[in-house]
């Protein structure tokens, strides 16, 4: 029988294109092995069959075990493997990212490294979470007021649409159980948002630490991420689920949110928004075969932006 120790590498060419593979697959409290081309989850309800190219990313949640073969067959098929906690909402370790090009990356550091690009990408993400709002010629220190004004008046909105007296955001860091149930709500909601954006954000091959409206934690850009749906999804649910009961409040937002992020097509939708804000041009389209996002391709720098071909040697002559 075939191993993964004797078969060789699939070339880009044979496996499946990202944009046609599942976004992200979900398991915990299962054994995971391989079987040729598949991987193997084994739970208390049998043994089910993936097909390894198949998936995007691989979210492996509390009580999975898996096997060095398995994890060699994800790498070899390009597929990201996340550590998270319950239900896929904590995000605690990441291999390879998804795509092995650092095209995301680089138009971030480039982004980023500029005051006025930093500041353009923050506009945009204002833009993208209040549509309605032109925040064109605004300064950070604007940008930041509008976004608080906007945020307290989502509270209100949601206190009054779902009954519950809202006696302002109260947060003590590290100690969960000191605020008042809709208070946990929101605290619980925020957590699960910004494991979502991790996640995308690993798949992706972005840098979690470089921020744009976010700065100085190595989770900066995963916060500014995870900001653009606070309003529309994050804040709304914790409200909802706070007004049906005060009891378990923190798990039963996580399930809300993840029953609410996948009828939205949340992650589809991030992995749409972070190539529109740092590369525009990668959002929508669709590579060519021959320029498969699996693909290894490195080249080296030189002078005035050029990139030369690796793999060549490029000595003058000089003789040593």
Request: hydrophobic share 40%; glycine share 12%.
């Amino acid at each position: 029988m075939t191993t993964v120790g004797k078969r060789g590498a699939s070339s880009p060419r044979e496996l499946t294109r990202i944009g046609d593979r599942l976004s992200f697959v979900y398991l915990e409290r299962a054994v995971i092995h391989c079987a040729d081309n598949a991987i193997t989850a084994a739970d208390g309800d049998g043994i089910r069959h993936l097909p390894s190219a198949t998936i995007g990313t691989l979210l492996l949640g509390p009580g999975t075990k898996i096997s060095q073969q398995a994890i060699r067959l994800l790498g070899e098929s390009g597929v990201g493997i996340v550590w998270v906690g319950e239900h896929g909402v904590r995000y605690y370790a990441g291999g390879r990212a998804l795509s092995r090009s650092a095209a995301l990356a680089e138009a971030q550091a480039r982004l980023w490294a500029n005051p006025r690009t930093r500041l353009d990408v923050a506009r945009a993400m204002y833009a993208l979470r209040f549509p309605d709002e032109d925040p064109a010629g605004c300064s950070r220190r604007k940008l930041l007021g509008m976004e608080g004004d906007r945020v307290k008046a989502c509270y209100r909105t949601e206190a009054a649409r779902t009954g519950i007296r809202w006696r302002g955001r109260r947060y003590v860091q590290g100690d969960f159980a000191s605020g008042d149930a809709p208070n946990q709500a929101v605290t619980a909601a925020g957590q699960c948002m910004y494991g979502i954006a991790q996640s995308v954000l690993a798949a992706l091959g972005c840098v979690p630490g470089l921020g744009f409206v976010h700065s100085g934690h190595e989770l900066s850009f995963a916060l500014d991420i995870a900001d653009l749906y606070k309003t529309e999804i994050g804040i709304p649910v914790a409200f909802e689920v706070a007004a049906e009961s005060e009891e378990d409040v923190g798990a039963r937002v996580r399930r809300a949110l993840r029953d609410r992020v996948h009828a939205a097509g949340l992650l589809e939708r991030c992995v749409h928004d972070v190539k529109t804000l740092l590369a525009p041009g990668l959002a929508d389209s669709t590579p060519a075969e021959d320029d498969d996002p699996l693909r290894d391709r490195v080249t080296l720098q030189s002078d005035r932006g050029e990139e030369l071909e690796s793999g060549h040697n490029l000595g003058e002559g000089l003789i040593w």
